[in-house]
T-cell receptor, first 109, second 116 residues
């Protein structure tokens, strides 16, 4: 199966700081999503981005499919951004989704 | 529009028992996915149903099974429960994979299963 690696595993930020989270994947994919898991376990969709760049408020994401990585940018971080960020991909021609191990973000006031 | 719903929220069972978890997808979604998230870990793909059929399954033993009903809701059954089955079980739904539209997955709040 496809390997999905996220970095860094843990990140501590001061409120207002910017950060970049990375997701590397080992094979070509036809679906890539970023999720935020809140402390109660709920997974919230952030981006569906198998290629290209998207922005939503303080968050933006870029996927370079040919180089097999995606980046999630968080600007002007807030304490509510705390939680775990997951990247998930689906292989071309296969029907399984693979999640990375996540980046645990802690934004301090 | 209602999101993905799961029941029960919490479930406590003992070793050897069977657990049944339920999921209702977003209206119009025909694909349902099940994932297991053990404490502090990432999500492991369990099962994918689409249009009533099992399309694929992850690397889990056969005692993990499920089905999808004509209304596209789904049930996950775990037989002969073991202590290591304790986890958060998440269900997601999406538009049909073959529809050609963006098949973004939307997750429910999960069922926390505890095996004693």
């Amino acid at each position: 199966g496809i390997q999905v690696e996220q970095s860094p595993p843990d990140l501590i930020l001061q409120e207002g700081a910017n950060s970049t989270l990375r997701c590397n994947f080992s094979d070509s994919v036809n679906n890539l999503q970023w999720f935020h898991q809140n402390p109660w376990g709920q997974l919230i969709n952030l981006f569906y981005i198998p290629s290209g760049t998207k922005q939503n408020g303080r968050l933006s994401a870029t996927t370079v499919a040919t180089e097999r990585y995606s980046l999630l940018y968080i600007s002007s971080s807030q304490t509510t951004d705390s939680g775990v960020y997951f990247c998930a991909v689906r292989e071309d021609n296969f029907n399984k989704f693979y999640f990375g191990s996540g980046t645990k973000l802690n934004v301090k006031p | 529009e209602a999101g993905v719903t799961q029941s029960p929220t919490h479930l406590i069972k003992t070793r050897g028992q069977q657990a049944t978890l339920r999921c209702s997808p977003i209206s119009g979604h025909t694909s349902v996915y099940w994932y297991q998230q053990a404490l502090g870990l990432g999500l492991q793909f369990l099962l994918w149903y689409d249009e009533g059929e099992e399309r694929n399954r992850g690397n889990f033993p056969p005692r993990f099974s499920g089905r999808q009903f004509p209304n596209y809701s789904s049930e996950l059954n775990v037989n002969a429960l073991e202590l290591e089955d304790s986890a958060l079980y998440l269900c997601a739904s999406s538009l049909p994979w073959a529809s050609g539209v963006t098949d973004t997955q939307y997750f429910g709040p999960g069922t926390r299963l505890t095996v004693l």
